[in-house]
């Protein structure tokens, strides 16, 4: 195969910055570097728009963002809150880049936001950058736009997980690999940058940032130049640079006396270690995860409560629309350069782009794939870097070989088969822009007809054919990307693409809930309670028949907090709830502040005027404003004042923090005003409780507020180990109950 590179068509270029920027390199066509910089601007363009639409996104780390623009102490481990209760239950490395952004301009959507948007231009302009060395700038931009286009990408590149800086840095580190193989001379350097890239990966999400690591450390062990003892003596080097770029900030947190640092959120023994080896780590992969959503999955082949595991998972219909639309073609072209490349020197640059970036697709496909931990769709989009670059790439290498039969072959087989899965899967979204799937499918036949006479038929013809299977193949994830902008998505759960199999959290206020299988959580209860038959709310001593709410009166009107038309389970679901939505469950349709989708497990409640301002009121006199069960209940409250509210218990208020004599402590030292408990009578603040679910209760649930979910009035999951229900209970008891605009508060100097 020859080398793909632009020719040279102009001579050496004259004049200041600006137009050396736009030209490029002086042997680039002159196209090249416009093309480079419209496919920047388009992408940021997309990006931006209508980027405050979903507010705070995900509250949860949208608090730790604002904890860490207040503290420098919340700023490094990652705190909740400004007076470093608990962290995330992740490593902080990127909540930083946007709790700078709020140190600077102050809170809101955009400062948070932002910083998201950037990552996603800077990784697709790596990605281009990588390809085009050995491919071409067409290959280049054929990469950079599928990234751009891919709907999950287009999800997560505008908002707060930590996914973002994620894919940001594996494709920084594959780019810095794939320079150490071009040449012995600068590769321990480049392999230094890429171990750092690595190390600071796994600052962002632990382990998940090594996943590539086997592929990519084979594949320089067998392809680079130079003896095996100094490629095996580079990698170690590199390996040093990782764990020096990700020990610095373990061996602080390890280090530092308990007693003066946050409770590490996700443990159950206040140890980053434990975290990142238990709840983020082999948890993921056997579901066994302490803590977490349901204590875990069942594991095996049933992947616990978060869908079924097997090679097919990437392509169901939760998944498919979110990653999968070039899939099958960057699999093909996969195979397609190995084979061209399969008879060229052991250091040629090409097959080892093809293995590097097939590697890290495979590995990571197969983890996706086989996990039995929790998994969300939205993890998808660490394989958008990895597919578009074999797309890329693929597409250029059977294009300049397209005189050849089976290479024209290939071509026309890629775009058939690319065509007839994104007519599948636009069908699952029937009612949805019916005719697209017609035209994908069509303009895709026609385009691979074509293809097979790509190296007979006249050059620009040729390409015209290329461009309209290009088209047909991009114009499904397009669409579905064009939607998800079009969105706004808050909540710890969210899907790309229009309403279907999956439900996200969508809109203004959406709800941020994902029904697991069965309409539950895994293992049939909700988090942090004890189990009960056919997803019992937990919290009450009777048992749930038909769905019942522990602890509260079922049928017409209870409700879950926080949110609006939320239901019993079990019950009808209300008008007008999306299809696909399990049976007995809805989301919770909250106001910009997000619903409160079970109890603000999922999202955060809306915060109305009055308690807001009950906060406010002789806030300075106080460590944290309010205590609650639940990350996402307090972040909504914290968001609303920008003042301290403690997690109690972290995300899924089951981690031991505090316990129930640390929170007496604090009570008694005046450093915590009110206990949030849950919504008044089972409504929230901003709920009219519209649902008619047949459900009744017959049990005798030691709740304090009738619907509402959480043992006593945490509003939160209860009965976890992190002890919530005894401080739940002792505050019940203790002080006096109020009402704040249809919030449950407890004034903590108030005793009864």
């Known amino acids: ?20 920027l736009w030209r490029g390199r002086a042997e680039d066509a002159p196209w090249v570097r416009p093309a480079f910089l419209g496919l920047l601007a388009v992408t940021t363009a997309l990006y931006l728009w209508n980027l405050s639409a979903s507010g705070y996104a995900n509250s949860f780390y949208s608090a730790a963002v604002q904890a860490g623009g207040e503290s420098w102490k919340a700023f490094f481990f990652g705190s909740l809150d400004a007076a470093n209760a608990i962290t995330v239950d992740k490593p902080p490395a990127a909540l930083w880049p946007m709790a700078l952004s709020v140190r600077l301009f102050g809170l809101g959507s955009w400062q948070i936001l932002v910083p998201e948007v950037l990552m996603g231009v800077a990784t697709v302009a790596v990605l281009y950058a990588a390809v085009r060395r050995r491919f071409g700038a067409g290959a280049g931009l ?61 600052l962002a999400k632990t382990l998940q940032a090594f996943l590539i690591l086997p592929p990519l450390a084979l594949v320089y062990v067998a392809c680079a130049p130079g003896g095996f003892g100094k490629r095996l003596g580079r990698l170690a080097l590199a390996g040093l640079a990782m764990i020096v ?41 056997n579901g066994n995860e302490t803590g977490s959503v349901g204590g875990g999955g069942r594991g095996g082949g049933q992947g616990g409560g978060w869908g079924e595991t097997g090679i097919g998972r990437m392509f169901n219909d939760s998944i498919g629309g979110q990653i999968s639309w070039l899939l099958p073609a960057a699999l093909i072209l996969l195979v397609v350069g190995l084979v061209v490349t399969w008879r060229a020197p052991r250091t040629d640059t090409a097959r080892s782009a093809f293995l590097v970036w097939g590697g890290s697709l495979l590995i990571t496909l197969a983890v996706f794939s086989f996990m039995a931990g929790i998994f969300h769709e939205y993890y998808t989009v660490a394989l958008a870097p990895y597919l578009a670059a074999l797309v890329g790439m693929g597409a250029a290498v059977l294009w300049e070989e397209r005189t050849r039969w089976l290479a024209s072959a290939a071509l026309a087989v890629t775009v ?35 293809l097979l006479f790509a190296g007979r038929i006249d050059r620009r013809l040729g390409l015209a054919v290329a461009g309209l299977g290009l088209a047909a193949g991009l114009a499904g994830p397009f669409a579905y990307t064009l939607e998800t902008l079009g969105s706004g998505h808050q909540g710890s759960i969210v ?25 539950a959580f895994p293992g049939g209860q909700m988090p942090g309670g004890p189990g009960g038959q056919g997803g019992q709310m937990p919290g009450g001593q009777g048992q749930g028949q038909g769905g019942q709410m522990p602890g509260g009166q079922g049928g017409q009107g209870a409700q879950m907090p926080g949110g609006q ?4 389970p079990g019950g009808t679901p209300p008008q007008g709830m999306p299809q696909g939505m399990p049976q007995g469950m809805s989301r919770g ?15 955060g409640a809306s915060v109305g005027t009055e308690a807001k301002a009950a906060l406010l009121a002789d806030a300075d006199d106080y460590t944290w404003v309010a205590a609650t069960v639940g990350a996402q209940n307090a972040a909504s409250y914290q968001l609303a004042t920008e003042k301290p509210v403690m997690a109690i218990g972290g995300f899924n208020g ?88 249809g919030a449950t508060f407890y004034d903590l100097t108030q005793e009864k």
């Open 416 to 450: 058939a088969a690319t065509a007839v899965w994104g007519w599948t899967l636009l069908g699952r979204t029937p009612d949805w822009l019916p005719w697209l799937r017609w035209a994908v499918l069509v303009a895709g036949s026609v385009a691979a007809l074509g």
């Open 589 to 603: 349709e909250g106001g910009p502040g997000g619903g409160g989708g079970m109890g603000g497990l999922l999202n």
């Open 565 to 568: 038309g939320g239901q019993v």
């Open 245 to 285: 770029s990700a020990g610095w900030w373990v061996a602080l947190v390890e280090l530092w006396p308990a007693a003066s640092r946050p409770y590490v959120g996700g443990s159950q023994n206040n140890s980053f270690l434990e975290l990142t080896f238990g709840y983020n780590g082999l948890g993921r992969i």
């Open 142 to 202: 054929i990469a950079g736009a599928v990234l751009a286009l891919t709907p999950v990408a287009a999800l997560m590149f505008r908002f707060n997980n930590p996914d973002a800086l994620l894919a940001l840095l594996m494709t920084v580190a594959v780019y810095c690999v794939l320079r150490a193989l071009e040449q012995e001379k600068g590769a321990a350097k480049w392999l230094v940058w890429a171990g750092v890239a690595f190390g600071f990966a796994f």
């Open 495 to 519: 899907t790309a693409g229009p309403a279907g199999g999956a439900m996200g959290g969508r809109g203004p206020g959406g709800g941020g809930m994902r029904m697991f299988e069965g309409g």
């Open 654 to 741: 089951s981690d031991p923090s505090p316990t129930l004599a640390q929170f007496k402590q604090y009570v008694a030292e005046g450093k915590i005003h009110y206990f949030i408990g849950g919504s008044a009578s089972g409504t929230g603040e901003s709920a009219t409780g519209t649902a008619t679910g047949t459900a009744t209760s017959t049990g005798t649930g030691t709740g304090e507020d009738g619907g509402r979910m959480g043992g006593g009035p945490g509003g939160g999951p209860g009965g976890g180990p992190g002890g919530n229900s005894e401080i739940s209970a002792w505050v019940s008891v203790t002080f006096e109950k109020v009402t704040i605009g």
């Open 1 to 20: 195969m020859t080398t793909m590179s632009t020719a040279a068509h102009a001579a050496p270029s004259r004049g200041g910055p600006l137009v050396q």
